[in-house]
Each structure stands twice: as structure tokens, then as C-alpha cells.
């Protein structure tokens, strides 16, 4: 707008005088923030129309009132962050990636008194940086800003970043916070910090007795620290004291603070992961004898971090055996909780525990993840994530881990377990299952709520039943455990992506358990007969039959027996096979078009006997 559309709009509307400077920074070529319609490019005024056209990003050439402009938007001056990101965009694209701080320095300068909140800053360097890459990025660049000393950083979300008139060192804006907080809490904090330069800042040795007293007695007066908090404050105390060179007869001690084992559990889970692993050597020197029945407890109880910590811990004292036996009890107590079983799971294929977890990698590993998941979902509220449901849904490989050593029964009774958990939606049910019935057809009736068909039994001799059941046996007793014992060995030399051993036993496992299935499969639907219900007036199972081949003009004889007894040397067919099937219910006199070898022929019955007559 130029001078005269303004005295223009002033003339009919007076009451907009308080607002002509703001109105005389429309001009077009400025750049503006709207409250509802974002960042945007005055592009001219039309004065006929009296409206300003604005390009915003998602409405180009849009027309507004200048007027209503007044409230609603603000001209930008020409030095503002998000106007030199359009006239300017090399140096500021330059800032984000190398000097972060200078640029929120930059966007300081354009506030009052060059204070802004982290919100007010957010809402700005969003639209500079970018959506998709400005978590990550302000998540560093305010790391980097603690460490700056140009910048006073919030202790508070609702207080703001300032850009200080004279540069402080980090160490001593943090002396300074110190002697002027009363928070028995904040000042452990900030000795925290302290403690980091400490070794190296000749300034803050100077004040080590000042910091070193002032943490002493908050750790020994305050009564608003939790036990944490104050084992923790009792931890730094010491540490600055080893540091000054000062005798330690502080009190409480960390010893008194650990003395009831009790409370050991609600200690650990309120420290920072950080100081856990701290706890645990604590632990072992306050109780020499009874250390590591406390550690177990806590590696019980444990999350996160803690219970690696836990397990490695107790790994370097020597207690590999102990560890492997209390999981297997935990787990027959149904004791195993969702932390330790998603350890268990993530660390199977691990060099390290490998020796350790390779016999809990069976099916009642899943029936406690299962219960896990299930009681998780019943005591949470809403859609709190379950950490044990996503990795049993994102490692493709792990059920079938678990199942390896499953028979039909304890696959369906798990799928069973699975339909019927409180912890998965539908649709990934339906994908896990989907993972059971790869190896367990058998499944599939639970799916679909049908019982398999009774009509499709398989008639076999007792001698092949028995030959199959042997070869059962010897999958289920020999060949996958072999294969297991083998994984585990592969999953040993290292790295699984480029493991070609681990690759083939792991494919020899596919192998095995699809076998595995289909003579279970078999198994469940084979009727041993001893064929002597066979006919005599048509072919059926158990007949020996004469046959003549009108393209070669000669007679050939065939046994049909059970679906397994084929014997082709020995012209024993099976029913399930082509010609065996074709041959059914056909009789003397019949002519039948059959395939032998490569060629269709054409035979004609001429005898039907019965085997069981012939072996007599």
C-alpha cells in the first residue's frame, strides 16, 4: 500500500489510525505470517478493489482486506529468519547445517529484549527448517545451545532462550544457578553437570569446597528427595569429593542408603538408565554374600536397559549358569516377564547369549509371550504400545524359531492362545496366524472354524505306516534337533547377514519342519487297512489286476495297494496315484485309457484277484 491508499483507508475508517504504521508495511515485495494461512508474499494492493493479493503457499493470489490484515497478520522486516530463507536461502540452508546456533540467534535478535519461549521459537524455525527434518534438527541444535555461551538456556519450557549482552562460560552460569537455587534437587543437578569439567577447568576446581558442601547438605537435610534422588546426590557428592582430594565421612553413606534391600526395586526403576549399572555394583559390595539373589530379583522386575545391565553384570561374575536355570524356572513359575522375554527374543541370535537362551527358544517361550502380551493388554488402558506384540509382529522369523520343535497339538493349542489375546487387533492376528499355518496347515480349521474333512483319509499298509512313522520320528528326535544345535553354532560366528552356514541351516530348517508337517498331516488322516476288504467284481484297493495293452499286444499285471506302498520295480502302484486312480471301479471287459511312461494307452481289464488271496 503506498502513502495515499493509506490516508485513503484512514479517511473512511479513523479508527484505524493507531494501526498506519503497520498498514504502511504492506507494501508489495514484503513478507508476511498470517494467523491462519502461514508464511506468504505481499505481491501488490488493488486499489480499485481495495484488497491486498497475497501468495500463500496453499492459497496463491489470495485477496484480503487490509483492514482485517491488522489483527490477523504481520509484515516481516526484511532481515526476519523466514524472509532471508526466500531472499537469502544459500546462508540460511548454510546455518541450518553448520551453525545452528547462529541462526536461532538470528531469530532471537527479531523479539523484544531478544527472549523468546521454545515454543514461539519452534513455530519459526519449523517453516526455515522444514517439517520433516526439524525434529531431529531442533533436538541437536538444543544441545548445541546449552553449550553456548552466548545463549541462557531455559531450565523450563514456559521460560525463555536470551541472547546475552556479554557472552558466560557454561561452568559459570552454572556456578551462578547454583548459589542461587534452594531446590535441594536442582543443585545435585547442576553439580551433575559441574562434574563434567571438573578434571579439566582450573575455574571450577576453585569452587569445588563451595559445590561439594552445598550438595553435602541438601543430600543429608532435604526432605523433598526421593530415594533416588538422593542416592543419586550421594553419588555425586562423592565423586566431587574424590575429586577435590577431600576425605569421605559424609553422611547418610551410599551404603546406608542402600541398606534395605526392599527398597532396591523402586531405586532402580526411578534412576536414570544411566546410573542403573551404577546401582548394581553398590549392590554387590554392600551385600558381599546375598548379592546376587538381589541382582536376580531386580533383573525380574527390570525395563529397558536395566535388564541388560542386569544380565551382563551378573555375565562377568560368572553366573551364566545361574542365569539359564532361573529362566527356565521363571518360566515353568510364569514368572518370565514382558521386559526379560523381549530381551530373551531380541537377544536369541546374539554371539554373546547364544549358549545362554538356545534351550529357552521353544514353544512354551511363545505360550509365556502370549500370557505376557495378554496380561499387559488387560492392565493397560487405551492404545498403550506393547512391545513384545510388535516385535513377535515385525520379526518374521521368530515364530517360526519358537515353533520348531512344536507338534500339531501344541501349534494349534498356541494359535488357539493367540486368537483369543486381548493384545493384538484383528488384522494382525490374521498375519501371525498366517505364520502358524506355513508350518502347521493344520491351523487353517481355526481360521476358518471348520473341522477338517473327514472324507479325505488315506488308506496305507501297516508296513509303510510304520516306515513313515519311523521317518517321523527320526525328523522330530535327530534331523531338527541336529538342525538346531547347527543354528545355534552358526548364530556364534557372527554376523547373520553375511553368515553363509547360519543361512543354510536356516533354510535346512524350513525344509525339516515343512516336512515334518506334511507327515503329520499324513499321519492324522492315514487308516491302516489290511486289504482284505477288496473286491472282486470291479478294481479297488488291494486288487492285482491283469491288463492288456492293445498298442503293444501285450499283458501287463499291477498290485494296487495303500498310498504308500508304491513300488514301481516291482509293478506295485498306489491308489493316489494317475493310473492307480483311473484303474478304481473299473471292471472285466472295461477298457481304460491310461498313461504309461510318456504315452496314452488304451487296456482292457481281463482279471481282477485279490492281493491278499495271492499271498497266501
Known sequence: MNQEAVQEL????????????????????????????????????????????????????HRMDPAFCITTMDVLAADHILARKQTDTKAIDEMIAKQPADLVIELLKQYPNSAATSIELESILVQVVGDTRFKKWWTATKKVLA???????????????VLREEPISIEDELLEELSGTRSARRKITIADKLLTTADTKKEIQSHLAEVLESVATAVKDSNQLTPAERLHGAWVRDDIAKIA????????????LVAEPRDLETIAAALATTRQSRLLKVVKEAYPTEWKDIVFNLLKSSHGKFTTDCINFLLEHASAEEISDTFKRWQTEQNLRADVLLWIVKNRNSRKFSTLLHDLITPRLLSAIFFAIDYEALQSSGTRRIPLGEILSEDADLIPDLLATADPEIARDLANSLM??????????????????????????????????????????QESHDRIVREYEEIVSKKIPDNSKAIAEARGHGDLRENSEYKMAKQEQSLLLAQKTKIEQDLAKAQITDFTEAPLDQIGIGNVVTLYDKASKKTITYTILGAWDSDP???????????????????????????????????????IQRYVDLKK
Not at 508495511?25 to 494492493?45: D, N, T, V
Not at 582430594?245 to 546406608?256: I, K, Q, R, T, Y
Open 147 to 161: 553449550k553456548d555461551p552466548r545463549i541462557a538456556t531455559p531450565a523450563k519450557k514456559t521460560e525463555c532462550y
Open 569 to 607: 520295480d516291482n509293478s506295485i502302484i498306489s491308489y493316489k496315484t494317475p493310473m492307480g486312480a483311473s484303474l478304481l471301479s473299473q471292471k472285466v471287459g472295461d477298457e481304460v485309457k491310461v498313461k504309461i511312461g510318456d504315452t496314452d494307452n488304451v487296456v482292457e481289464v481281463k482279471n
Open 245 to 256: 582430594g577431600v576425605e569421605n565421612n559424609f553422611e547418610p553413606s551410599v551404603m546406608n
Open 10 to 61: 484512514l479517511k473512511r475508517k479513523p479508527e484505524l489510525k493507531s494501526a498506519k504504521a503497520k498498514l504502511e508495511a504492506m507494501q508489495p515485495g514484503s513478507y508476511c505470517i498470517h494467523r491462519s494461512w502461514g508464511f506468504g508474499l505481499i505481491k501488490e494492493y488493488d486499489e480499485a478493489d481495495e484488497k491486498l493479493i497475497i501468495d500463500f503457499e496453499d492459497k496463491p493470489g
Open 420 to 461: 483369543l489375546n486381548q493384545g493384538f487387533e484383528e488384522l494382525t492376528k490374521k498375519s501371525l496366524l498366517a505364520r502358524f499355518i506355513k508350518y502347521f496347515p493344520n491351523v487353517q480349521s481355526l481360521v476358518a472354524g471348520e473341522a477338517e474333512e473327514k472324507d479325505d483319509r488315506l488308506l496305507v499298509s
